[in-house]
């Protein structure tokens, strides 16, 4: 190999290089709801978990937290200051991040938050909220938390506009379903939340459509507030005008939930359905739709 020949090489393996890193754009993921050890209903006792695993074998990834949503108002962290963590890559091997409750909210009172992060690398960012009935993680490299709850890749894209939650189902001591939602912005910002209770009447006929559809509620969360609305069709029963007949909320029901921002801004929002007699909750995005 000539010299002239070496130095095209060694210019061509800086380039690329400079190009991989340039290629390695960050990107914000957003955990929809994050806790430290916090006490729910029926004994359960929940804590969160977030895996975040590098898909590219040649490249790390760095991660440092954006901004915390909390009910009273959050804060943008300082980004010399934000709590990070680092995966440095190991040629032809698969780096793991394991993050709790506890490592995510650093600095923060609130036991229940959203939180963003910036990522850069390209990787896959899953949380895993965990009813632990109090149990630690578990022995002997202490890698994961015990028991059941609910994971979700985390969001990526805020919604303008209306949503919907496609996946809910009415009736008061079966179901119930808690509804999120994430204000990522420095203005506070209000929405209207609307529910749709189906109705059958030809047995197993498979088509369902609208019997009740409550005028709503509105709700308003500072900058960068985050808010989880429980049992929320015991509360749009009340919006049902009197003589109605069976109350929502005592009626077993496949059901939708539709959130109206009643402005601009973008957010983030979210169901959790949990089937009462087992306290086992699932996780449910909402979908941007046409007004």
Request: glycine share 10%.
């Amino acid at each position: 190999m000539s010299g002239r020949f070496k130095v095209l090489v060694s210019l061509a393996l800086i380039v690329a290089a400079f190009t991989g890193s340039a290629l390695a754009v960050a990107e914000t993921y957003v955990l929809p709801v994050i806790v430290r050890g916090v006490p729910g209903l029926n004994g359960s006792y929940w804590d969160s978990e977030v895996r975040i695993m590098q898909l590219n074998l040649a490249e790390p990834v760095a991660v440092k937290r954006l901004w915390v949503a909390t009910a009273a108002g959050g804060f943008v962290d300082a980004p010399t200051t934000a709590p990070s963590w680092d995966l440095p890559f190991f040629q032809g091997y698969r780096g793991l991040a394991i993050l709790t409750g506890t490592d995510l909210l650093q600095g923060v009172d609130a036991t229940h938050a959203s939180v963003a992060l910036d990522v850069q690398g390209k990787a896959v960012v899953i949380v895993h909220n965990t009813n632990t009935n109090g149990a630690g993680r578990l022995p002997p490299e202490y890698c994961c938390l015990p028991g059941n709850g609910q994971l979700t890749s985390a969001l990526t894209a805020p919604i303008q506009g209306p949503s919907i939650i496609p996946w809910a189902t009415s009736g008061k001591n079966v179901f119930r379903v808690n509804v999120g939602i994430v204000n990522p912005n420095p203005l506070s910002a209000t929405f209207r939340i609307k529910g749709e209770s189906f109705g059958n009447g030809a047995g197993n006929n498979p088509y369902w459509t609208p019997w009740a559809q409550p005028s709503g509620f509105d709700v308003v969360l500072p900058p960068w507030g985050w808010l989880q609305i429980n049992d929320v069709f015991a509360l749009l029963e009340a919006m049902l005008q009197p003589g109605w007949g069976t109350p929502i909320e005592n009626w077993l029901a496949p059901a939708s939930v539709i959130i109206e921002p009643l402005g601009g801004l973008p957010y983030y929002a979210y169901a959790t359905p949990i089937y009462s007699p087992l306290n086992d909750p699932e996780f449910i995005a909402a979908i941007p739709i046409t007004p």
